[in-house]
């Protein structure tokens, strides 16, 4: 087994072994052929996409000694070639522009740059991650950048170009390195494999290459710690040594949900979190695992969009659990709970919630078909009033599922009684931000009729309520629905029926 770990070993030596980069290997080929070299290049994109390797191929095939002029093909072998794949050429600086982001240091190397080329034809800079510079550094290398000696190139590396200066970025040919597809990445990873002798099924490299997130070196890291395991190499050993969620804890928790039981639920949920896997995580893989059952239930045939690490048969199988408006619903409770992980104490607890938030029975809305028309609600006066919501066509019934996806069963809707104006208030109190939360806690909705509301308030909070009448109406407006503005009346609670 070679001590060379496999991303330097496999690095691409020439223009034409760039992986997943068509349009730039174009690009710098032809530029190399017809002698259409510029003064300076940025090279951005993802990690691990091939700008720092594309940055010393391009130094290589301006130096090539074999050649009397730049080749698109360097020899690899002379002394230029040698020189600059050990980072010890005299005539191709690599800057760490990192460590390197001062003045002084730009100052320096505007001073080399009037030095002719001790070996090769072109004076060469690499300045990687130079995003890093200072904008004092970056205006100082301005002119150097824009109206270098006809023997000096610059290569400038960076993941975020929108750090670099606007002056600079007009002054280089800009290649935006993308990220590389899962096809791609499984391509490469699958001639690594054969030529080291790394026993993996096709899944497992399926799984690297999600996993890597569109970075090739990220990709051959991952293949060279699974080869330590010595052992044919499957899926599972992936997500394991990624500490990723497993194939078979997913459908644990699938299984759970679809059946309603609780308890194998929560111990799920218990035993992923004790052996070291995050609430964040775990939420990640359901987020990908339910959009992959949307896509299931759009089409069918589209394996090739699937992008988690369940089956397209395991996927099948489930989707016929659930309809598409529940699965929609599922989609909206893990948003919610993404937000309050971020800022949970607890994150256990609240992954726990989310998962009890996702069965069946307990997700919020009724998966009906619904139209936006008024309901009615008896008033004080015993007269039916409009309450503007959300109206269902079906009563709650449950029926089986088919192969063709249709509803298992029809969630609970919300009711047409006077209960709707609990609800709505709820909604406005759910929607309010914390500093409005307490004081419109202490108010009720005893009235919606029309584009009118009359809201019961507690006698020392009125005339704050009166002060924020048009806020309230707003609030009130986006939680019914209503199309036209709501005027809101404010009531004291000892008032008669008509106070206000």
């Known amino acids: 087994m070679s001590t060379v770990a496999l991303h330097h070993k496999y690095r691409p030596q020439t223009l034409a072994e760039l992986v997943g980069q068509p349009y730039i290997k174009t690009a710098l080929t032809n530029a190399v052929k017809h002698l259409q070299i510029a003064p300076a290049y940025l090279l951005t994109g993802s990690r691990g996409t091939g700008k720092t390797s594309t940055a010393r191929i391009f130094a290589k095939s301006l130096n090539c000694l074999n050649t009397k002029k730049p080749t698109d093909q360097p020899c690899g072998i002379c002394q230029s070639c ?122 497992a490299l399926s799984a690297i290459a999600r996993l890597s997130d569109g970075g090739l070196r990220d990709a051959l890291q991952l293949l060279g710690q699974v080869r330590l395991l010595d052992t044919a190499i499957t899926a599972h050993h992936v997500m394991e040594m990624a500490g990723g969620v497993t194939e078979t804890e997913l459908m644990a928790i699938f299984q759970a949900i679809s059946t309603n039981n609780t308890f194998n639920l929560l111990q799920v949920a218990r035993e992923l979190v004790d052996s070291g896997k995050t609430p964040k995580l775990i939420l990640a893989n359901l987020l ?13 045939q589209s ?136 004081l419109l806690s202490h108010a009720k909705l005893v009235k919606l009729q029309d584009d009118k509301a009359i809201l019961e308030v507690t006698p020392v909070y009125r005339q704050k309520f009166e002060g924020n009448k048009q806020a309230i109406a707003k609030m009130l407006q986006r939680a019914t629905q209503s199309p036209k503005p709501i005027t809101v009346l404010i009531k004291t609670a000892n008032y008669g029926n008509h106070g206000g």
């Open 82 to 203: 040698r020189s600059i794949e050990s980072s010890n050429s005299l005539d191709v600086s690599e800057i760490d522009a990192a460590s390197h982001n001062g003045v002084d240091d730009a100052r320096a190397l505007i001073e080399r740059c009037t030095l002719a080329p001790v070996v090769g034809r072109y004076r060469i800079f690499i300045l990687d991650e130079s995003h890093q510079l200072t904008t004092q550094s970056q205006n100082a290398l301005l002119k150097c950048i824009e109206e270098p000696p006809p023997h000096v190139v610059f290569i400038l590396c960076t993941t975020e170009q929108h750090k670099v200066l606007p002056t600079i970025i007009s002054r280089c040919q800009v290649l935006n390195f993308r990220t590389l597809s899962v096809q791609a990445i499984v391509q490469h990873l699958r001639i690594v494999a054969d030529a080291e002798s790394i026993t993996i099924n096709d899944s």
């Open 303 to 438: 394996q090739a969009l699937l992008t988690g690490c369940l089956s397209h048969t395991q996927l099948t199988a489930l989707a016929k659990h659930w309809n598409f408006d529940t699965l929609n619903l599922s989609l909206a409770e893990l948003q919610k709970a993404e937000s309050y992980l971020r800022s949970a104490v607890n994150a256990a607890v609240w992954l726990e919630v989310c998962l009890l938030n996702l069965m069946p029975g307990l997700l919020p809305v009724a998966a009906t078909k619904t139209v936006n028309k008024p309901m009615y609600d008896k008033g004080h006066s015993g007269k039916l009033l409009p309450t503007f919501g959300v109206y269902t066509t079906n009563k709650v019934t449950a029926k089986p599922v088919d192969d063709q996806g249709d509803d298992r069963k029809l969630l609970p809707t919300v009711a047409a009684n006077s209960s709707n104006l609990a609800q709505i208030w709820q909604q406005v109190l759910d929607t309010a931000k914390p500093s409005s939360h307490k």
């Open 288 to 300: 990908q695992t339910y959009r992959d059952l949307l896509i299931i239930k759009s089409a069918p």
